[in-house]
T-cell receptor, first 110, second 114 residues
Framework: GQSLEQPSEVTAVEGAIVQINCTYQ??????LSWYQQHDGGAPTFLSY????GLEETGRFSSFLSRSDSYGYLLLQELQMKDSASYFC???????????FGGGTRVLVKP | NAGVTQTPKFQVLKTGQSMTLQCAQD?????MSWYRQDPGMGLRLIHY???????DQGEVPNGYNVSRSTTEDFPLRLLSAAPSQTSVYFC?????????????FGPGTRLTVL
């Protein structure tokens, strides 16, 4: 099985940079995904790291280090609309059977 | 494309009642999954399927059954509802692949068991 740990809450101001860390323990691992979920909504995919290193998608970047069982999501140039919960998720098989972390609630203040 | 659709959006059941949550996708995805999300928590995998006729248990399968007779549909059955099953249920679908791992989620079904 898998377990993923991430901080419960982060607060930052507009324009700032936020890093959400995710550490995992797993018996099998196919990569680390990140999802965003606004209150009352469904999770939406942000990024996926199959290999070690940094993946950049616009203002969001994600990093994975398999040797450290660690990854992070970097949110740059924060906007009010980025206020949401962010989940890391580990896959035991390609494309399926995800285990999610408990989520990090990001609150962006003016 | 409609993507992943779920019905109903809201449901209230009494303890002991049974019901089926519907999930359909029109993206020809092989993989489909059911998750539940309790307030303030992450998603937990209930059951998943890697193709028509193939299903397997996730982290919290007790009290739920699934079947996958077609690629498009993946219904979730609650056999005898309990208050502990009050939750938001999300269905998701995806392509298999090592380089790309996006799961597409439906809008969710909000279930209350009294």
């Amino acid at each position: 099985g898998q377990s993923l740990e991430q901080p419960s809450e982060v607060t930052a101001v507009e324009g700032a940079i936020v890093q959400i860390n995710c550490t995992y323990q797993t018996s099998g691992f196919y990569g680390l995904s990140w999802y965003q979920q606004h209150d009352g909504g469904a999770p939406t995919f942000l990024s996926y790291n199959a290999l070690d290193g940094l993946e950049e998608t616009g203002r969001f970047s994600s990093f994975l280090s398999r040797s450290d069982s660690y990854g992070y999501l970097l949110l740059q140039e924060l906007q009010m609309k980025d206020s949401a919960s962010y989940f890391c998720a580990g896959g035991e098989a390609a494309g399926n059977k995800l285990t999610f972390g408990g989520g990090t609630r990001v609150l962006v203040k003016p | 494309n409609a993507g992943v659709t779920q019905t109903p959006k809201f449901q209230v059941l009494k303890t002991g009642q049974s019901m089926t949550l519907q999930c359909a996708q029109d993206m020809n995805h092989e993989y489909m999954s059911w998750y539940r999300q309790d307030p303030g928590m992450g998603l937990r995998l209930i059951h998943y399927s890697v193709g028509a006729g193939i299903t397997d248990q996730g982290e919290v399968p007790n009290g739920y059954n699934v079947s996958r007779s077609t690629t498009e549909d993946f219904p979730l059955r609650l056999l005898s509802a309990a208050p502990s099953q009050t939750s938001v249920y999300f269905c998701a679908s995806s392509y298999p692949g090592l380089d790309y791992n996006e799961q597409f989620f439906g809008p969710g079904t909000r279930l209350t068991v009294l």
